[in-house]
């Protein structure tokens, strides 16, 4: 349940207490007016009103206690809706400063993420301040990323364009290779005639 609930039930109990209380003053009043004419009447017919009247008073704060008892369970659970609420910010507020106290080790010296950790910061600002600062964090990394994976395609471009210069020289070595026989087997030839 949450606060809406939790002010609607102290409404109920409010709602409740003020008519209960009435009734319970004017049980009170009924009761010593009857208490009275009981003691100093000498008229049977005042004293069996008195007597009526003693019913009624009897009634009406029977129906107050029913009032007062049904108001206190309201307040009681509008107390412990509250007292959960607490509980519950607690534990917001002890996982909020965990996710901080986590994201400074990725964003050293966060001034934000420092007035979390230091209950400058609190409820919906503080979560806020975390996913933003874990938001820059993480867009930071991703164009660091995009940089180191420009960089590795810009060498693999040179080792793929240094490979066709070795491929080349590679060739132009094996043509070298065969003109060298080639030479090499005119100088046997001519040196043989």
Known sequence: RGRAESGAAEAEGLALQ??????????????????LVLDQSHSAQAKALAALDLKLAQSLADRASNGMASAKKYFAEAIADRKQAVRESGEARKDTVEAASESLKQNAASPTLLSVLHGQLSGQHALQAVVSADTKALGAREAALGEEEEALSGARRRVGSVAERLAALAHDAGTLKAQLKSAEKAVVDAAQA
């Open 18 to 35: 003020k008519p209960a209380a009435a009734l319970l003053a004017d049980s009170q009043k009924l009761n010593d007016q009857s208490n």
